[in-house]
């Protein structure tokens, strides 16, 4: 039986990953399924706690019994957390966010013209991690902020940096590209925390790695 350890805590999630506009027909994505942010949500759940969901284009069956809102773009993500942060005791950033959108979106498909092409000019999205961390330090509240990294290289110097620059209590990083985590049904992890501690997560079902992130947030929630 799974210990309801979680009851009466409020967790908010995003999943998925985040597209930006080129024209109507084309955008700029990533290969995040949404299988670690649901599997997230599925746990938390069986925990006790009252589940929110940000899904970002996921195309998996629903989680039952979580609260989903749906969204498409970076921006669209920042604007649902940004709605749904407030009261919650941890949120957990699972999503892949795009750093950069076309500062343009066509009104209509770009045609081939027999020139060179026409260069994307991009600019830079909200932090939406960074920006969870400096809301919580202006208003008092006791959160817990939890992040992934996707990392490709030198994951740990990498993750460490990461966790250093977002100021989130947990940084669970993970390697992908080569067939690794993005769509899979197993992760595998290194959870480092802001304290200095560091937890191994051996390849294991996505909600393995799920469960022990709840371990670690329930550690650090008050009461
Ligand atoms: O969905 P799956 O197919 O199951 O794959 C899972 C996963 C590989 C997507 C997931 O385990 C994972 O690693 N998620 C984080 C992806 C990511 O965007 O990593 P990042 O290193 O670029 O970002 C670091 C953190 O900052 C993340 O928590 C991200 O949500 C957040 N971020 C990033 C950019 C931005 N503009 N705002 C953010 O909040």
Same mark, same amino acid.
């Given at each position: 039986?799974?210990?309801?350890?979680l009851t009466g805590k409020r967790?908010?999630?995003?999943?998925?990953?985040?597209?930006?506009?080129?024209?109507?027909?084309?955008?700029?994505?990533?290969?995040?399924?949404?299988?670690?942010?649901?599997?997230?949500?599925?746990?938390?759940?069986?925990?006790g706690a009252d589940?929110?969901?940000?899904?970002?284009?996921?195309?998996?069956?629903?989680?039952?019994?979580?609260?989903?809102?749906?969204?498409?773009?970076?921006?669209?993500?920042?604007?649902?957390?940004?709605?749904?942060?407030?009261?919650?005791?941890?949120?957990?950033?699972?999503?892949?966010?795009?750093?950069?959108?076309?500062?343009?979106?066509?009104?209509?498909?770009?045609?081939?013209?027999?020139?060179?092409?026409?260069?994307?000019?991009?600019?830079?999205?909200?932090?939406?991690?960074?920006?969870?961390?400096?809301?919580?330090?202006?208003?008092?509240?006791?959160?817990?902020?939890?992040?992934?990294?996707?990392?490709?290289?030198?994951?740990?110097?990498?993750?460490?940096? /990461?966790?250093?620059?977002? @100021?989130? *209590?947990?940084? $669970? =990083?993970?390697?992908?590209? !080569?067939? #690794?985590?993005?769509?899979? %049904?197993?992760? /595998?992890?290194?959870?480092? @925390?802001? *304290?200095?501690? $560091? =937890?191994?997560?051996?390849? !294991?079902? #996505?909600?393995?790695?799920? %469960?022990?992130?709840?371990?670690?947030?329930?550690?650090?929630?008050?009461?």
């Amino acid at each position: 039986a799974v210990e309801p350890d979680l009851t009466g805590k409020r967790v908010l999630i995003s999943a998925g990953g985040t597209r930006e506009a080129i024209d109507p027909v084309r955008f700029i994505g990533n290969h995040s399924s949404g299988r670690q942010g649901y599997a997230l949500a599925r746990t938390a759940a069986a925990r006790g706690a009252d589940v929110t969901v940000v899904a970002a284009n996921v195309g998996l069956p629903d989680p039952a019994g979580v609260h989903l809102v749906r969204v498409g773009s970076a921006v669209e993500l920042a604007e649902a957390v940004e709605a749904e942060r407030a009261g919650a005791d941890a949120v957990v950033m699972t999503a892949a966010v795009a750093d950069f959108r076309p500062v343009n979106s066509a009104a209509s498909k770009i045609k081939k013209s027999g020139t060179a092409p026409a260069p994307i000019e991009l600019v830079e999205n909200p932090d939406i991690l960074a920006g969870l961390v400096v809301s919580r330090e202006r208003e008092g509240t006791a959160q817990t902020i939890v992040g992934f990294a996707a990392e490709t290289d030198d994951v740990i110097a990498n993750g460490r940096a /990461k966790l250093a620059r977002k @100021g989130c *209590d947990l940084l $669970v =990083v993970n390697q992908v590209g !080569g067939g #690794k985590a993005f769509g899979t %049904d197993d992760n /595998k992890a290194t959870v480092l @925390g802001a *304290d200095g501690t $560091v =937890v191994d997560v051996p390849t !294991g079902p #996505k909600e393995d790695l799920a %469960d022990r992130v709840w371990d670690l947030v329930a550690e650090r929630l008050p009461g």
